[in-house]
């Protein structure tokens, strides 16, 4: 089993929600976020707990969360991962499975689907091939057969959801928009995510511009009918520092 931590929130957007950390990658991003942190950056209390599968369903259980996220860095190279949905599904959650796609043949596709997988977000680090290979050290031809795989059996209760960061010099908003339309080749309902780049010290790329983002959002949204994405890192450090809670005024008639 590579599960090394599970962090839990009873308030992520009005639901509970639990993340399964694995241990282990394949690729090495050169920005990579879980090496930046690997536990929870949230976490207000920490519990310590016999650290056995049975242990950590039962925490689970009692936790009874409506999602669990299974990530941190790839659950795919873990040989129990199939064992361990199998017995999460009986948990009664939605279970999204993260990764990088590299894994994903279509006979793994299969297997997670019927595992019990409820959903598969793919990260896509950069469309273009030879940028895909300099920022993680892999081929991206995986990662993007994985998305036909999963697109092939994707049903109501197996969704695919690929999500992509928007990062200067390697996945640029023309990058992002020939990503949007080798999807939308297999299937324009697919939702697409962009994340832009979180900076880093020591990393060499810069945060991506407030323009590019809604760049890269427009350009893809000519192609698919759902994307979305993520605040800027230093918009979301700005929305941090006002009080939580909104202010409303109303207005009625004297
Ligand atoms: S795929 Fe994810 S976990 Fe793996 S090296 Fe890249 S950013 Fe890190």
Same mark, same amino acid.
């Given at each position: 089993?590579? &599960?090394?931590?599970?962090?839990?929130?009873?308030?992520? $957007? *009005?639901?509970?929600? =639990?993340?399964?950390?694995?241990?282990?990658?394949?690729?090495?991003?050169? *920005?990579?976020?879980?090496?930046?942190?690997?536990?929870?950056?949230?976490?207000?209390?920490? %519990?310590?707990?016999?650290? @056995?599968? +049975?242990?950590?369903?039962?925490?689970?259980?009692?936790?009874?969360?409506?999602?669990?996220?299974?990530?941190?860095?790839?659950?795919?190279?873990?040989?129990?991962? &199939?064992?361990?949905? !199998?017995?999460?599904?009986?948990?009664?959650?939605?279970?999204?499975?993260?990764?990088?796609?590299?894994?994903?043949?279509?006979?793994?596709?299969? !297997?997670?689907? !019927?595992? *019990?997988? #409820?959903?598969?977000?793919?990260?896509?680090?950069?469309?273009?091939?030879?940028?895909?290979?300099?920022? @993680?050290?892999?081929?991206?031809?995986?990662?993007? #057969?994985?998305?036909?795989?999963? =697109?092939?059996?994707?049903?109501?209760?197996?969704?695919?959801?690929?999500?992509?960061?928007?990062?200067?010099?390697?996945?640029?908003?023309?990058?992002?928009?020939?990503? =949007?339309?080798?999807?939308?080749?297999?299937?324009?309902?697919?939702?697409?995510?962009?994340?832009?780049?979180?900076?880093?010290?020591?990393? +060499?790329?810069?945060?991506?511009?407030?323009?590019?983002?809604?760049?890269?959002?427009?350009?893809?949204?000519?192609?698919?009918?759902? $994307?979305?994405?993520?605040?800027?890192?230093?918009?979301?450090?700005? &929305? %941090?520092?006002?009080?939580?809670?909104?202010?409303?005024?109303?207005?009625?008639?004297?």
């Amino acid at each position: 089993m590579n &599960i090394y931590h599970i962090s839990y929130t009873s308030k992520f $957007v *009005g639901e509970r929600m =639990a993340m399964l950390s694995f241990k282990g990658c394949n690729f090495d991003c050169i *920005g990579c976020i879980r090496k930046r942190n690997e536990c929870d950056i949230y976490a207000e209390e920490r %519990r310590y707990i016999d650290w @056995t599968f +049975e242990n950590i369903v039962k925490e689970l259980e009692e936790l009874n969360p409506h999602r669990i996220y299974l990530g941190g860095y790839e659950p795919t190279l873990d040989p129990d991962l &199939i064992r361990t949905i !199998e017995n999460l599904s009986k948990l009664d959650a939605h279970i999204v499975l993260m990764t990088n796609g590299s894994k994903i043949d279509d006979g793994y596709a299969i !297997e997670l689907k !019927e595992a *019990g997988v #409820n959903e598969v977000i793919v990260g896509v680090k950069a469309f273009d091939r030879k940028k895909h290979l300099y920022y @993680t050290k892999r081929s991206n031809e995986e990662v993007l #057969n994985a998305i036909k795989n999963l =697109a092939a059996i994707e049903d109501a209760y197996f969704r695919l959801q690929v999500e992509t960061i928007l990062l200067p010099e390697i996945n640029d908003p023309g990058d992002i928009e020939e990503l =949007a339309i080798f999807i939308s080749q297999i299937n324009p309902t697919i939702s697409l995510f962009i994340e832009p780049w979180i900076p880093m010290e020591g990393v +060499e790329f810069e945060e991506p511009k407030k323009v590019d983002l809604i760049d890269a959002v427009s350009r893809a949204m000519r192609h698919l009918y759902v $994307v979305s994405y993520h605040p800027l890192y230093s918009e979301i450090k700005e &929305i %941090r520092k006002t009080p939580r809670k909104a202010k409303f005024i109303e207005f009625l008639p004297d």
